[in-house]
């Protein structure tokens, strides 16, 4: 069974920075692709960024040159700096972890609030 455990969540002014981390424990040797999704209150979870286990990296075009997705492979980890942040960006931020044989696992997230 593979957990996710994320950290690096917080409070931060509009302009700052954040970086969140995602280390994934269990059997991991078979990952496909780690995502960041984010949940806004009242709204659907949606996908942020995307890094394959080639390294191959997607974005929403929300984030585009702000977020950077990127991943330690030799610690199972998966990181998210998040640049020039928004008050749009609140929301509880996911990991999500593929699987080549088609599983997939979630974090319990951690929350992101951008306010003055």
């Known amino acids: 069974q593979v957990q996710l455990v994320e950290s690096g969540g917080g409070l931060v002014q509009p302009g700052g920075s954040l970086r969140l981390s995602c280390a994934a424990s269990g059997p991991t040797d078979s990952i496909s692709s780690m995502s960041w999704y984010l949940q806004a209150p009242g709204k659907q979870r949606r996908s942020v960024a995307i890094?394959?286990?080639?390294?191959?990296?997607n974005y929403a075009d929300s984030v585009k040159g702000r977020f950077t997705i990127s991943r330690d492979n030799a610690k199972n980890t998966v990181y998210l700096q998040m640049n020039n942040l928004k008050p749009e960006d609140t929301a509880v931020y996911y990991c999500?972890?593929?699987?080549?044989?088609?599983?997939?696992?979630w974090g319990s997230g951690t929350l992101v609030n951008v306010s003055s």
């Open positions: 890094i394959t286990n080639s390294g191959r990296t």
């Open positions: 999500n972890l593929n699987t080549f044989s088609g599983r997939e696992y």
